[in-house]
């Protein structure tokens, strides 16, 4: 029987194989790493005398803890400043390439390495992040892992681990033009919900996927652990080969020829059968908001609230009301009528120059609605951000009465200074609702870079197309 990519990638990096249901021993060939899950790795290693195995395999990075402002003062927050002194004086003491605050590489983990070209076809990448599943976009089996995996990693490049489950997803066809990468996984959650995933590395197959850009299957793939899944992935292809090539730490020469010809061989194989499918037809696709407290309860954004009564799992009517209380929201409102505060355009979800060219697009010619009291521009890496400024898109979110931030974690988490304040209401590109996720007592709504644009001209959710068009305007 054929194999799946995942079980190809799982294959060709199996160092010991484990016997009688125990887990197999695999190879890791890149960690990243970032200030907030790697302290007590740093701590146990130091404790047991060890140094890292592979140090030119470790990367750091700050991302979760910097302030998006003033990054040359010091940090407001004396835990965030600690947090990041530490990994400053691990990577230094254990010989750990790191990309600080300020230098032009820094960036969210999920975006500062595909941008080098670290994130290659094939290879198995962890991190003490949950949306490691991002790099997947690339072919790779990426994953989140916990802070004692990441030691045993520094120590040992290697993992223990179970075989994953694995489903496609195929979501078929031609999307609708102003269905976008963040509109399809929102979408897929809502309809697999937030524990469909579970156990499962999710490959992303069909025309609709094979159709997008790498900025968007990375949105696609970063959001598989919303779904609860432990991966997710992408089969390289010649969008991924041309996206790579040049980049600094792709292979060059006779190497990138190589490399090129083992990639084409990642595909899951005809025969291959997967644990699961779930398909999705791209034609039937909308925008999409989400009205509640995770990341599956969304609705095309066309809709209203549901009504939590209309839910016939128990379990997911008392998490509608509850969400619907804490949103302070209502059934049967419809979602374009909804006026938010904030719109926060950014994270390893939707911070990339896609997202960034899409939004500008958008407010170019435009101003802010005046009731919207702020909207942050993030990029996800600081080349991301050089690239845009590059472009004029810089200038074209500050005349929209945005502003323009340095690269970081920003208001996707409230661990820097860019947080909501209780019952403030935003549209935000990032991947998770949770309460309190931007801050205590903040209400969240996942959007696309688009909706989030539209929406902080309009100062109600809506979509681009909603909008008065510059003539008329
Ligand atoms: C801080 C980190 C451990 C966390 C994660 O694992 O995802 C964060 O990045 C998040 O998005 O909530
Ligand atoms: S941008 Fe958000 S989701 Fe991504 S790593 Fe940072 S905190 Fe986690």
Sequence with gaps: MGKTLAQKVWDDHVVRHGSNGAPDLLYIDLMLM???????????LRVAGRTPRHPELLI?????N??????????????????????????????IRLHGLGDADQGIVHAFAPMLGLTQPGMTIVCGDSHTSTHGAFGALAFGIGTSEVEHVMATQTLSLKPFKTMAVNVNGVLPPDVTAKDVILAIIAKIGTGGGQGYVIEYRGSAIEHMTMDERMTICNMSIEAGARAGMIAPDDTTFTYLKGRPHAPQGELWDMAVDYWKTLRTDDDAVFDKEVTLEAAELAPFVTWGTNPGQGVPISQSIPDPDSFEDATQRNAAHRALDYMDLEPGTPMKSIPVDTVFIGSCTNGRIDDLREAAAIMKGRKKADSIHRVLVVPASSRIRIQAEEEGLDKIFEEFGAQWRNAGCSMCLGMNPDQMVAHERAVSTSNRNFEGRQGKGSRTHLVSPQVAAATAVMGTICTPADLPSLMEA
């Design 60 to 64: 750091a990075t700050e991302d979760h």
């Design 66 to 95: 910097t302030p998006t402002v003033n990054i040359d003062c010091p940090n407001p927050d004396a835990t965030s400043a600690l947090q990041l002194s530490t990994l400053e004086r691990n990577c230094e003491e254990f010989g």
């Design 34 to 44: 970032h200030e907030v899950t790697s302290p007590q790795a740093f701590d146990g």
